[in-house]
């Protein structure tokens, strides 16, 4: 019983780790729009705050601060305000709405296919475990 307990455990803490993945709407061939997104969710996971102004995107943790952005066709991931990283080519358009709890992120391809996801983050306000 201690075994399937555990086995249960993996396979739900899996299934919530990579339910964001399949719930995306992004092409299956295209690998480099799974990556842009998957990166985009690992920069949230210790996200503090959220800003889209100017059409830049700015996920603000405690060490980092991640900004996102069209220039040339090009999705452009920048961190701390230095250098960048081309994170997906042939983009006509992104656009991010961002809530309390994360962002609705769409990107337009020059082919014409939409990249659309809801990337969630949870600030911790307090410790849960006192020390």
Known sequence: MIITLLLFSLWALAAAKFSSLLLTDVPAPDTEAR???????????TAQS????????YIESRQNTYEYFM???RVVRRVDNEGFEIMLQGASAFFVETGDYG??????LNDG????SFLSYHTATKKLFPS
């Not at 296919?113 to 659309?116: G, K, L, S, W």
């Open 103 to 108: 962002a609705d992120v769409e990107v337009i």
């Open 35 to 45: 990556l842009f997104v998957q990166q985009m969710e690992e920069d949230m996971q």
């Open 50 to 57: 959220l800003t889209y102004e100017k059409q830049r995107f």
């Open 113 to 116: 296919q939409y990249i659309q």
């Open 71 to 73: 220039s040339n066709g």
